[in-house]
Nanobody, 125 residues
Framework: EVQLVESGGGLVQPGGSLRLSCAAS????????FGWFRQVPGMDREGIAC???????YYTDSVDGRFTISTDNNKNTAYLQMNNLKPGDTAVYYC???????????????????WGQGIQVTVSS
């Protein structure tokens, strides 16, 4: 059974940090690209950070320089380190994985593979 399980979300003050984890099981981790997405009510799901199987990363402008995506093949886990968090980062965050058989696009359309259940991140004082 394929599973992606996110953890590490919660409430943090502006300027603080969180690290999200995405524990994967049920598929060959190293063959898959991973992405982190976020969604707020009434808006489309936004791809914010993605990583190819060769380690190449992509970030949307609003998080570039503050967020870092990484993977650990030994632990079958993807991470999103989020620093200098802002109230505008408040959203439900999702992890996604897709077998990389085409050029990566950091979009929900490209990631037609596996998705986690989502985890809330709230940035507020």
């Amino acid at each position: 059974e394929v599973q992606l399980v996110e953890s590490g979300g919660g409430l943090v003050q502006p300027g603080g940090s969180l690290r999200l984890s995405c524990a994967a099981s049920g598929f060959t981790f190293g063959d898959y690209a991973f992405g982190w997405f976020r969604q707020v009510p009434g808006m489309d799901r936004e791809g914010i950070a993605c990583i190819k199987t060769d380690g190449t990363t992509y970030y949307t402008d609003s998080v570039d320089g503050r967020f870092t995506i990484s993977t650990d093949n030994n632990k079958n886990t993807a991470y999103l380190q989020m620093n200098n968090l802002k109230p505008g980062d408040t959203a439900v965050y999702y992890c996604a994985a897709k077998y990389q058989d085409s050029p990566l696009r950091c979009s929900s359309k490209w990631f037609r593979g596996y998705w986690g259940q989502g985890i809330q991140v709230t940035v507020s004082s």
